[in-house]
């Protein structure tokens, strides 16, 4: 492995850095300084919650998305836009309805000029390798997901691409048929069947990541950065049950749970102090409550391991992990070192009735979630009680990218109709406080 | 997730914008423009270049066939129109502000109403030759297809699915090959669909358009509809009868052998992931499928368009990054010149109207739309209020709503202004009052569009909230109010705009009728317009249309735009 380190790479970014610019405010920057590099012959996974940049760099690796600064060099030249040699395999398989297994194929090669029958010898390679011999005139939607995904991946194959990138590949198939893929795939790679030099994989699967990379990138939020790296030392094919492959699923899900060192700029703790700088992911708070029973319950009474309780709840760690951070954000429990742990509240929630729970869950986010007072304010000193949602969402997407301002808006307007705190008329798009005394 | 958003998005189009208004002026600039350059053009032309209309039945196979020619004449200049238009405005920032204005006033414009004035100019580019009425008549049908096909086909172009894109860009496809194999297949459903619509338009026009009148002079191209008008005038109900049914069966062909097969084939575009219900094929298309020479033809015709749409031509690239400086200079110099091209506009019409006109002239014009206005919106709630338990009933009935809905889609092609002249002999023979009784012309060819969507709508509606209805024991009135009404809202008024407009186009022929001498007329903005353009009087038709132009487009803007955005809204679950 070392031997490679001497070689160029194959792969070079550096220094990127992306933000979407804004009128009013600071830029917001969704990746900050990022550099890596990739050899040939291995596989790079990024791995990330959502939100924490490792798609927008997948982008800017592929050409995709041009960096606001930094630059990307593959084979020593800088990437201008979507590059000879880089082929893309998509989360949603992005496969043209109208077009049949083959000519989807044969799209990538079409767009080189490569002659018909060339063309189609090359195709039909690329098509039996991946395993879909006698689909070749099958339409897209005639095939399951997984036989779908390997279409796309037979696409990004057929053009021989140096570099094949992958985007959260396996995350929208379900659990049977990602596994097969993953091991045909790691078996072809072993083999040395692809035509390919190396593999740069998004994912949010932890143990995805440790079955299937040999090295890990891992990304942190806010802004979107490189937080780890780690060398994955085990041979294929890895065995998930291993204690040693355990050990390092429990780390890396520590790494991305550890608490993130307090914000030093006081401009940014002053935006925060009025509610609109904090991102919130939008978690039901059915769920929610779900989650806390089941933590104050046996076997875990109020403590669990975050690899354990996603197996047994079979989750992923980009579902589980927001639901803990929202126990955090309220105040229910903590978030360390891999482990949920829930508190005395969490304790009382989730042994109180109905009217308790939301009484105890109104307080927790008036105290903790300061864009529901804000909220909650505006409302009480307008004389019709009903206040435009746009307000808030425009203020928010002041610190954070629309799609973040949707996401927590729809996380406020949730959590406040369940905790009675006001209402919320979707054809109006306004807040409302109706008479709720009994939770004012 | 994106409800709250889209709502916005909503709020914010529904109110007109300073680019409605300025493409409102340009249009209306444009054709008075070309109106007062074509005024001093009135030559009449050597009546002998054209063959004499006659009433002898067996004539009426070489009219009918005259009158498709054109319609697909102004077919191929629509799809031109729209392969050019559309993607200009969907990739120019800055012509997609201005184009797609225009395109959603054009649309309203009551192109009936500025007949004369294209017929002066097409006739003066070709002064005293056949062809300019060939191009005036194409050019009538070409303005009632165009806009919606160009519409539907920008809005494809605008929300082509993200990944999709980021695959072709991935792989690098050239703007040629992007064009052919990513935009054009993904408009395909959209676009066949509305080209149904248009056709259908284009029949209603290509019937007005081949009789023409200016002022004191009268051309009739050789066609149905200059047939159907010398029926008219001769007072001859046998030629009209032959009229109908030479129609009905050119309809019915083009109806079978293209339109059918275009639907069925363009349901492999529809952007969908999972395998739905597929419909039996329509027989010509299994004919074309099953036929073996024919598919060998077809097949080789299609190799060759995929190796000519696969060639990898690109325009030039231009530099990706300009700096912000030159594209704000860009963006003052385009201001600039839409801010010279308005106030031209406006100078002009302002001219023109105040040559001859006064308010009180206006005040007539918008007390008579009012009249219309009324007229339409009666006849809107009747053809509601018959239509939407006929749809019902029958959408609920997949056997019956097959049978039906391919007769409501091929009524609702039929140019209906054919069926006028029965109407007219009955109010004639009967004395009848015209203001009542001309009415319900206006909805005689556009009702047909509420009752096959309602069907559609109908037959759309999700079994499990049947069944829970019928669960809970709902019935009566609160089936219709709470269960079945909220679920084909969208579908209804998909319909009704298309219905509601049509009419107020109709207005134009159906406000005025004549049989021989005996001239009917009823009070409103559409007998305004006829009479204006019988008269010669051509500020009064700008007038006319302008202030009918203006009611559409009010309609639109305050009552259906909204009413379809809270229908769209409350009946997707999620």
Same mark, same amino acid.
């Given at each position: 492995? %070392? ?39 291995? @596989? ?15 982008? &800017? ?24 040699? &880089? ?98 795939? @790691? ?11 190396? @593999? ?15 090295? @890990? ?111 955090? &954000? ?106 709720? %005394?009994?939770?004012? | ?28 600039? *444009? ?103 060939? /191009? ?27 990944? /999709? ?18 935009? $054009?297949?993904? *408009? ?78 363009? *349901? ?121 338990? $006929? ?32 109407? $007219? ?101 559409? *007998? ?47």
């Amino acid at each position: 492995m %070392d031997a490679t380190a001497t070689k160029p790479a194959l792969l070079e970014v550096r220094a990127c850095r992306q933000a979407y610019h804004k009128e009013s405010n600071a830029d917001l920057v969704v990746l900050e300084d990022v550099n890596m590099s990739l050899q040939a012959g291995e @596989i790079v996974g990024l791995l990330g919650r959502s939100g924490s940049g490792k798609s927008t760099l997948l982008r &800017i690796v592929s050409g995709l998305l041009r960096p606001t600064s930094g630059e990307v060099l593959w084979r020593g030249a800088p990437v201008q836009g979507p590059a000879e040699g &880089i082929a893309m395999v998509f989360q949603s398989f992005a496969l043209f309805p109208w077009l049949t297994v083959q000519e989807n194929v044969e799209l990538g090669l079409e767009a080189q000029g490569v002659p018909r029958e060339e063309r189609e010898k090359r195709a039909e390679e690329a098509i039996d390798l991946i395993g879909l011999g006698g689909y070749e005139s099958a339409y897209p939607k005639e095939l399951s997901g997984g036989m779908r995904q390997r279409v796309g991946l037979a696409r990004a194959l057929v053009v021989h691409p140096g570099l094949l990138l992958m985007d959260e590949p396996f995350s929208a198939l379900d659990v049977l048929t990602a596994e097969t893929l993953r091991t045909d795939l @790691i078996d072809l790679w072993m083999e040395r069947k692809l035509p390919i030099e190396s @593999i740069l994989m998004v994912t949010h699967n932890i143990e995805e990541a440790v079955l299937m990379c040999d090295r @890990i990138l891992v990304f942190a939020s806010n802004p979107g950065r490189v937080a780890s790296e780690l060398r994955v030392p085990f041979r294929h094919p890895r065995n998930r049950l291993d204690p040693a492959f355990r050990q390092m699923v429990d780390d890396i899900y520590a790494l991305m749970t550890r608490r993130a060192p307090k914000p030093v700029p006081s401009l940014q703790t002053l935006a925060d102090r009025s509610g609109f700088a904090t991102k919130l992911h939008h978690v039901s708070t059915n769920v929610l409550a779900g989650l806390i029973e089941t933590l104050a319950a046996p076997p875990y009474d109020g403590r669990a391991d975050l690899p354990a309780l996603a197996a047994s709840l079979q989750m992923e760690a980009d579902e589980l992990l927001p639901l803990g951070e929202a126990l955090q &954000i309220l105040h229910f429990g903590e978030l360390e070192e891999g482990d949920v742990r829930l508190n005395e509240t969490g304790r009382t929630f989730a042994l109180a009735d109905t009217d308790t729970r939301k009484a105890l869950f109104a307080a927790a986010l008036r105290a903790h979630v300061p864009l529901v007072n804000v909220i909650r304010h505006t409302l009480e000193e307008r004389w019709n009680h009903r206040a435009a949602a746009v307000r808030f969402r425009d203020e928010l997407e002041d610190h954070m990218s629309p799609d973040w301002a949707e996401e927590t808006l729809h996380a406020i307007i949730s959590w406040g109709r369940y905790a009675e705190l006001f209402s919320y008329d979707e054809e109006s798009d306004q807040f409302i406080l109706e008479d709720m %005394d009994a939770t004012a | 997730m994106s409800s709250t958003a889209t709502t916005a998005g909503i709020a914010v189009r529904r109110l007109p914008n300073i680019w409605d208004v300025a493409a409102l002026l340009c249009v209306v600039g *444009a054709l008075v423009a070309v109106a007062s350059a074509a005024r001093g053009t009135f030559v009449p032309l050597t009546a002998l270049e054209q063959a004499a209309i006659g009433l002898d039945p067996w004539r009426l196979p070489e009219y009918a066939l005259r009158t498709t020619m054109r319609m697909f004449a102004a077919l191929a200049a629509s799809l031109l129109f729209t392969f050019t238009f559309a993607p200009l405005a969907a990739k120019s920032r800055r012509a997609g502000l201005i184009m797609i204005p225009l395109l959603d006033i054009l649309q309203s414009v009551p192109i009936l109403g500025f007949l004369t004035f294209t017929t002066a100019f097409f006739m003066g580019l070709f002064p005293g030759r056949v062809l300019g009425l060939e /191009l005036a008549a194409i050019f009538a049908i070409f303005t009632s297809q165009a806009w919606n096909m160009a519409f539907s086909f920008y809005q494809s172009l605008t929300t082509i699915p993200g990944d /999709l894109d980021e695959a072709s860009r991935g792989f690098r496809l050239t703007g040629w090959q992007r064009f052919w194999r990513l935009e $054009v297949p993904f *408009a395909m459903p959209g676009l066949v669909w509305n080209t149904m619509l248009s056709m259908s338009a284009g029949w209603f026009f290509v019937v007005a358009s081949e009789a023409i009148t200016l002022g004191d002079n009268n051309w009739k191209l050789p066609g149905i509809g200059s047939y159907v008008a010398l029926a008219l005038e001769q007072k001859d109900i046998h030629a009209v009868f032959w009229a109908i049914l030479a129609m009905l069966l050119v309809i019915l062909v083009y109806d079978q052998l293209l339109f059918r097969p275009l639907v069925a084939w363009s *349901a492999k575009f529809r952007f969908e992931t999972t395998a739905g219900v597929t419909a039996e094929d329509p027989w010509m298309l299994a004919l074309l499928r099953r036929t073996h020479v024919l598919r060998v033809a077809g097949e080789a015709m299609g190799q060759a368009f995929g190796t000519v749409t696969g060639l990898p031509w690109s325009l030039p690239k231009r530099a990706t990054a300009r700096p912000r400086a030159r594209r704000r200079l860009g963006d003052i110099v385009f201001g600039a010149v839409v801010v010279a091209v308005v106030a031209w506009s406006v100078g002009k019409i302002v001219e023109y109207v105040a040559e001859a006109l006064s308010w009180a002239d206006l005040g007539t014009a918008m007390l008579l739309g009012a009249i219309t206005l009324l007229r339409v919106a009666v006849l809107m709630v009747l053809a509601a209020a018959i239509w939407v338990p $006929v749809g019902v009933w029958l959408g609920l009935r997949p056997a019956w709503a097959r049978r039906v809905q391919p007769v409501a889609q091929f009524l609702a092609a039929f140019p209906a202004n054919l069926l006028f002249p029965p109407f $007219v002999v009955l109010i004639v023979a009967f004395r009848l009052t015209p203001d009542i009784w001309l009415t319900p012309l206006m909805v005689l060819g556009t009702q047909w569009y509420i009752l096959f969507n309602v069907i559609a709508g109908a037959a759309a509606f999700p079994g499990d909230l049947r069944e829970a209805a019928a669960n809970f024991r709902v019935g009566g009135l609160l089936w219709w109010r709470r269960v079945i009404l909220p679920g084909i809202l969208p579908y209804f008024v998909t319909g009704a705009i298309t219905a509601s407009g049509g009419s107020w186009n109709a207005a134009i022929v159906a406000e005025v009728a004549s049989w021989g001498d005996t001239r009917l007329a009823a009070h409103g903005l559409g *007998a305004y317009i006829a009479n204006a353009t019988d008269a010669g009087n051509f500020h009064q038709v700008v007038l006319g249309v302008v202030v009918m132009s203006l009611y559409v487009l009010a309609c639109n803007r305050l009552i259906w735009r909204p009413l379809y955005a809270y229908a769209s809204r409350r009946a997707t679950p999620g």
